[in-house]
Protein backbone atom coordinates (compact mmCIF):
# COMPACT_ATOMS: atom_id res chain seq x y z
CA UNK A 1 0.00 0.00 0.00
CA UNK A 2 0.90 3.63 -0.29
CA UNK A 3 1.77 5.94 2.50
CA UNK A 4 -1.80 7.41 2.24
CA UNK A 5 -3.62 3.98 2.22
CA UNK A 6 -1.38 3.24 4.81
CA UNK A 7 -2.64 6.77 6.91
CA UNK A 8 -6.24 5.63 6.39
CA UNK A 9 -5.62 2.21 7.30
CA UNK A 10 -4.57 3.34 10.44
CA UNK A 11 -7.65 5.87 10.52
CA UNK A 12 -9.76 3.00 9.92
CA UNK A 13 -12.37 6.05 9.40
CA UNK A 14 -12.58 8.24 6.82
CA UNK A 15 -15.45 11.37 7.13
CA UNK A 16 -17.20 12.13 3.65
CA UNK A 17 -17.85 15.87 4.13
CA UNK A 18 -20.51 17.96 2.08
CA UNK A 19 -19.91 21.76 3.26
CA UNK A 20 -21.11 24.62 2.19
CA UNK A 21 -19.14 27.64 3.30
CA UNK A 22 -15.57 27.62 3.00
CA UNK A 23 -15.57 29.52 6.01
CA UNK A 24 -16.06 26.41 7.76
CA UNK A 25 -13.06 25.02 6.52
CA UNK A 26 -10.83 24.99 10.14
CA UNK A 27 -13.24 24.82 12.17
CA UNK A 28 -14.76 21.76 10.63
CA UNK A 29 -10.87 20.31 10.76
CA UNK A 30 -10.53 21.28 14.43
CA UNK A 31 -13.67 19.44 15.36
CA UNK A 32 -12.58 15.99 13.69
CA UNK A 33 -8.87 15.96 15.62
CA UNK A 34 -10.63 16.76 18.90
CA UNK A 35 -12.87 13.79 18.22
CA UNK A 36 -9.43 11.57 17.37
CA UNK A 37 -9.83 11.99 13.63
CA UNK A 38 -7.25 14.30 11.67
CA UNK A 39 -8.59 13.07 8.04
CA UNK A 40 -11.56 14.51 5.91
CA UNK A 41 -13.11 13.20 2.24
CA UNK A 42 -13.83 17.28 1.04
CA UNK A 43 -16.66 15.71 -1.79
CA UNK A 44 -17.10 18.43 -4.80
CA UNK A 45 -21.32 17.67 -4.19
CA UNK A 46 -21.09 21.79 -3.07
CA UNK A 47 -20.34 25.05 -4.65
CA UNK A 48 -17.52 25.32 -1.75
CA UNK A 49 -15.82 22.07 -2.00
CA UNK A 50 -12.98 23.06 -4.47
CA UNK A 51 -12.31 25.86 -1.73
CA UNK A 52 -12.49 23.72 1.37
CA UNK A 53 -10.00 21.54 -0.03
CA UNK A 54 -7.21 24.69 -0.67
CA UNK A 55 -8.27 25.83 2.76
CA UNK A 56 -6.96 23.18 4.59
CA UNK A 57 -4.29 21.73 2.20
CA UNK A 58 -1.19 23.29 3.96
CA UNK A 59 -2.23 21.69 7.62
CA UNK A 60 0.50 19.16 8.44
CA UNK A 61 -1.91 18.02 11.39
CA UNK A 62 -4.91 16.70 9.11
CA UNK A 63 -5.44 14.81 5.76
CA UNK A 64 -7.39 16.52 3.25
CA UNK A 65 -8.93 14.26 0.18
CA UNK A 66 -11.39 15.10 -2.50
CA UNK A 67 -14.29 12.80 -3.48
CA UNK A 68 -16.91 12.93 -5.92
CA UNK A 69 -14.63 13.34 -8.23
CA UNK A 70 -16.23 12.14 -11.73
CA UNK A 71 -13.28 12.89 -14.21
CA UNK A 72 -10.10 14.42 -15.08
CA UNK A 73 -10.68 17.70 -15.01
CA UNK A 74 -12.28 17.56 -11.61
CA UNK A 75 -9.08 15.10 -10.15
CA UNK A 76 -6.75 18.15 -11.79
CA UNK A 77 -8.77 20.92 -10.15
CA UNK A 78 -8.69 19.07 -6.37
CA UNK A 79 -4.97 18.21 -7.12
CA UNK A 80 -3.81 21.69 -8.28
CA UNK A 81 -5.77 22.80 -4.76
CA UNK A 82 -3.95 20.58 -2.78
CA UNK A 83 -6.03 17.66 -2.40
CA UNK A 84 -3.93 14.24 -1.29
CA UNK A 85 -5.62 11.45 -2.43
CA UNK A 86 -8.77 11.26 -4.67
CA UNK A 87 -11.93 9.41 -4.30
CA UNK A 88 -14.60 8.34 -7.19
CA UNK A 89 -17.88 6.69 -7.07
CA UNK A 90 -17.58 4.76 -9.99
CA UNK A 91 -14.28 3.57 -12.02
CA UNK A 92 -13.32 6.28 -14.67
CA UNK A 93 -10.47 4.88 -16.19
CA UNK A 94 -9.45 8.05 -17.56
CA UNK A 95 -9.35 9.70 -14.28
CA UNK A 96 -7.38 6.78 -12.60
CA UNK A 97 -5.35 6.48 -15.09
CA UNK A 98 -4.23 10.36 -14.69
CA UNK A 99 -3.99 10.31 -11.24
CA UNK A 100 -1.52 6.88 -11.37
CA UNK A 101 0.71 9.10 -14.07
CA UNK A 102 1.04 11.98 -11.41
CA UNK A 103 1.49 10.08 -8.04
CA UNK A 104 -2.17 10.56 -6.43
CA UNK A 105 -3.47 8.09 -4.58
CA UNK A 106 -6.64 7.74 -6.30
CA UNK A 107 -9.54 5.01 -4.68
CA UNK A 108 -12.10 4.57 -7.81
CA UNK A 109 -15.32 3.48 -7.06
CA UNK A 110 -16.29 -0.36 -7.44
CA UNK A 111 -18.98 -2.55 -6.87
CA UNK A 112 -19.00 -5.34 -9.62
CA UNK A 113 -16.03 -8.13 -10.83
CA UNK A 114 -15.58 -6.85 -13.74
CA UNK A 115 -15.19 -2.74 -11.53
CA UNK A 116 -12.41 -5.21 -9.79
CA UNK A 117 -10.61 -6.51 -13.01
CA UNK A 118 -10.17 -2.89 -14.15
CA UNK A 119 -8.34 -2.94 -11.02
CA UNK A 120 -6.06 -5.31 -11.24
CA UNK A 121 -5.04 -3.86 -14.87
CA UNK A 122 -4.17 -0.66 -13.64
CA UNK A 123 -2.35 -2.31 -10.62
CA UNK A 124 -4.47 -0.95 -7.82
CA UNK A 125 -4.43 -2.37 -4.13
CA UNK A 126 -7.10 -0.59 -2.46
CA UNK A 127 -10.98 0.50 -3.90
CA UNK A 128 -13.99 2.14 -2.80
CA UNK A 129 -16.55 -0.41 -2.78
CA UNK A 130 -19.57 2.00 -3.28
CA UNK A 131 -22.53 2.14 -2.45
CA UNK A 132 -21.78 -0.74 -0.02
CA UNK A 133 -24.75 -1.15 2.07
CA UNK A 134 -26.90 -1.31 -1.35
CA UNK A 135 -25.07 -3.46 -3.38
CA UNK A 136 -24.97 -6.72 -0.54
CA UNK A 137 -22.60 -4.96 2.16
CA UNK A 138 -20.26 -7.36 4.82
CA UNK A 139 -21.69 -10.26 2.20
CA UNK A 140 -20.58 -9.19 -0.92
CA UNK A 141 -17.07 -8.17 0.24
CA UNK A 142 -16.58 -11.58 1.47
CA UNK A 143 -18.00 -13.03 -2.10
CA UNK A 144 -15.27 -10.50 -3.45
CA UNK A 145 -12.46 -11.89 -1.42
CA UNK A 146 -12.04 -15.06 -2.69
CA UNK A 147 -11.25 -14.32 -6.09
CA UNK A 148 -9.50 -11.20 -5.63
CA UNK A 149 -7.56 -12.08 -2.57
CA UNK A 150 -4.82 -9.22 -2.95
CA UNK A 151 -7.65 -6.30 -3.10
CA UNK A 152 -8.10 -4.13 0.04
CA UNK A 153 -11.53 -1.85 0.18
CA UNK A 154 -13.12 1.39 1.64
CA UNK A 155 -15.98 0.69 2.03
CA UNK A 156 -18.68 3.69 1.40
CA UNK A 157 -22.22 4.28 1.63
CA UNK A 158 -24.73 3.66 4.23
CA UNK A 159 -21.84 2.67 7.06
CA UNK A 160 -23.00 4.25 10.41
CA UNK A 161 -22.23 3.35 14.17
CA UNK A 162 -24.44 0.38 13.91
CA UNK A 163 -23.15 -1.38 11.18
CA UNK A 164 -19.19 0.03 11.51
CA UNK A 165 -17.99 -3.23 13.42
CA UNK A 166 -19.33 -5.47 10.78
CA UNK A 167 -16.95 -3.95 7.85
CA UNK A 168 -13.92 -3.23 9.78
CA UNK A 169 -13.97 -6.70 11.56
CA UNK A 170 -12.94 -8.06 7.66
CA UNK A 171 -9.13 -7.97 7.33
CA UNK A 172 -9.33 -6.35 3.93
CA UNK A 173 -11.43 -3.82 4.61
CA UNK A 174 -8.72 -0.78 5.53
CA UNK A 175 -11.36 1.72 6.74
CA UNK A 176 -14.80 2.92 6.43
CA UNK A 177 -15.98 6.04 4.73
CA UNK A 178 -19.03 8.07 6.13
CA UNK A 179 -20.87 11.13 6.93
CA UNK A 180 -22.93 10.18 10.01
CA UNK A 181 -20.24 12.00 12.24
CA UNK A 182 -20.35 15.12 9.86
CA UNK A 183 -24.36 15.84 9.84
CA UNK A 184 -24.81 18.44 6.94
CA UNK A 185 -26.80 20.11 9.44
CA UNK A 186 -24.90 20.58 12.42
CA UNK A 187 -21.71 21.52 10.40
CA UNK A 188 -24.50 24.34 8.79
CA UNK A 189 -25.81 25.30 11.50
CA UNK A 190 -22.31 25.91 13.54
CA UNK A 191 -22.69 22.62 15.88
CA UNK A 192 -19.22 21.77 15.76
CA UNK A 193 -18.72 20.29 19.36
CA UNK A 194 -21.77 17.99 17.78
CA UNK A 195 -19.18 16.50 14.96
CA UNK A 196 -16.57 15.92 17.83
CA UNK A 197 -19.09 14.42 19.95
CA UNK A 198 -20.02 12.22 17.33
CA UNK A 199 -16.27 11.48 15.62
CA UNK A 200 -14.95 10.36 19.18
CA UNK A 201 -18.25 7.79 19.41
CA UNK A 202 -16.63 6.92 16.34
CA UNK A 203 -13.08 6.48 17.21
CA UNK A 204 -14.65 4.77 20.62
CA UNK A 205 -15.76 1.54 18.98
CA UNK A 206 -12.22 1.83 16.16
CA UNK A 207 -10.67 1.50 19.78
CA UNK A 208 -12.72 -1.24 20.77
CA UNK A 209 -11.95 -3.27 18.09
CA UNK A 210 -8.46 -2.51 17.96
CA UNK A 211 -8.12 -4.18 21.57
CA UNK A 212 -10.35 -7.17 20.85
Not at 131 to 149: Q, R, S
Amino acid sequence: MNDTSAQLAQLKVVPVVAIESRDDAHRLADALLAGGLPCAEITLRTDAGLAVIEALADRTDFLVGAGTVHNVEQAKKVVDAGARFVVAPGFNPSTVAWCLDHDMPVYPGTSTPTDLEQALEFGLEVVKFFPAEAMGGTKTLKAFHGPYGNIRFMPTGGISLTNLRDYLALPYVIACGGSWMVPGKAIAAGQFDEVTRLTAETMKVVRELGAS
